[in-house]
């Protein structure tokens, strides 16, 4: 069965809020132990009983029957007794993170790891019955497969058991405490570490901005490694966020798939080109544009106006800087194949378009902008975020700073004294002196 098709129908095999009233028996003697019953009616007139049971005392029930009975009235009662894991974490993910993340790459991500990696492991064991040793089962067998699997199945599973322990579906977060495997020699927890081999030197950056001149994906690559912003920002830019006079960009919205919209309700062009949030409150900023992309910016709009007076019959005007000729908005993946052919082409590392975001934080770390004022304009809530995710620290040990004199000129404004500010705030890099032409 579908993977997604089946975690929709798990919140009704649960009986999570299905329930439209139920009965609470007494306290009484169950196997030479205390207990007492549930039982849960249905719409359809089906009832469900849920035993309680192996109290020593009759307080000690008693007690459990009123926090029971609290639970119930709340609509947080599940049957916990027989709830296997695998249909836990499908209440989990479908009830809690798909609402929470709003993003729908999120959401998918991690049903992928669950269905792929702790389903096959966990799945068809009693939520009461895991432990420790399992944890440890999980993470090898992940870390057989990837480190970065074995790091998210690790993030999921911590997150999913200490919701559950909120639930009361289990005691204890077992996955508390438990490493990963000293093999797998991962970094901390939701950290990542760009390693030199990812970024691109400031020569590589003059030589791919140039050579990117005529491609279809020039302006692309100049707001990334040059702004800095994400994939999903730059194909949902719209003229209206460009402030032409103060030559400043406020970042509004990302284009990606809408998590709460059915597929059914949308054409299928458009099912990753929806206008969505920002990826987190952060995400959501005004920085500077830098004048070799206003030029970009200003050249692009004229292709623009020329496109929709020619195609003016067929010409979709939504106001996308990053459009087709037809005014059709980009998809994620567009710039995919035109970038690695300029890679090959240009003679230049095979990185992915992401490290693009990595080198442009790294060179501004290099030139002294500070790590608080790259978190803004780069959209993270924390500098920590920046540091651990995007910067090539070892760069930071191996680049002379003397052979980026003429590049910090250019990019970081001067006092008096012909000193290097320590104000960065508003900084972003102008490198249009080293591009030709």
């Not at 459990?64 to 989990?92: A, C, M, P, Q, S």
């Not at 495997?181 to 970094?187: C, D, H, R």
């Not at 691109?200 to 990117?212: F, M, N, P």
């Not at 209206?240 to 990302?254: A, C, P």
Request: proline share 2%; hydrophobic share 35%; aromatic share 8%.
């Amino acid at each position: 069965m579908n993977c997604m098709l089946w975690m929709r129908r798990i919140k009704m095999q649960l009986g999570l809020e299905e329930y439209i009233s139920f009965e609470v028996k007494n306290v009484k003697k169950i196997k030479g132990h205390f207990g007492f019953i549930v039982i849960l009616k249905y719409n359809d007139g089906l009832t469900k009983t849920q035993q309680h049971a192996g109290f020593l005392t009759k307080e000690e029930a008693n007690r459990e029957r009123e926090i029971t009975i609290g639970h119930l009235h709340e609509r947080k009662y599940l049957v916990y007794g027989t709830v296997l894991f695998k249909d836990y974490i499908g209440h989990w993910l479908d009830d809690i993170i798909r609402n929470r993340v709003g993003s729908y790459n999120t959401y998918y991500n991690y049903n992928s790891v669950v269905c792929n990696h702790i389903i096959p492991v966990l799945g068809n064991k009693m939520m009461k019955m895991i432990n420790t040793a399992d944890i440890v089962r999980l993470y090898r067998k992940a870390g057989e497969y990837s480190k970065s699997v074995a790091e998210q199945v690790r993030t999921i599973i911590k997150t999913c058991l200490e919701y559950a322990v909120k639930e009361k579906a289990v005691a204890v977060n077992v996955a508390l405490g438990v490493r990963m495997p000293k093999s797998l020699n991962t970094g901390n927890y939701h950290s990542r570490t760009i390693e030199s081999k990812n970024t691109l030197t400031l020569e590589q950056v003059k030589k791919l901005i140039e050579g990117s001149k005529g491609s279809k994906i020039h302006l692309m690559i100049l707001f990334n490694v040059v702004m800095g912003l994400r994939c999903s920002e730059i194909i949902g830019i719209k003229y209206s966020d460009i402030d032409f006079v103060e030559q400043k960009l406020t970042v509004r919205r990302q284009l990606g798939r809408d998590i709460k919209k059915k597929d059914s309700e949308l054409d299928a062009k458009t099912y990753t080109k929806q206008e969505i949030a920002t990826k987190t409150p952060s995400s959501m900023r005004t920085i500077d544009i830098p004048d070799i992309v206003y030029d970009a910016i200003l050249e692009q709009r004229k292709w623009y106006e020329a496109s929709k007076s020619r195609r003016s019959k067929y010409f979709l005007d939504l106001d996308y800087v990053c459009c087709s000729s037809y005014g059709r908005p980009r998809s994620k993946n567009f710039h995919f194949q035109h970038f690695k052919k300029l890679l090959k082409d240009l003679e230049l590392p095979d990185v992915r378009w992401h490290d693009l975001r990595g080198t442009c934080a790294t060179i501004l770390l290099l030139n002294g902008m500070s790590p608080k004022a790259i978190a803004e304009n780069l959209g993270h809530a924390s500098e920590i975020v920046t540091i651990d995710n995007y910067i090539d620290k070892s760069k930071l040990s191996v680049v002379k700073l003397d052979r980026l004199d003429s590049f910090i000129a250019a990019v970081v404004p001067m006092d008096n004294n012909d000193k290097v500010t320590n104000d960065f705030s508003k900084v972003t890099p102008d490198i249009s002196e080293y591009i030709i032409g």
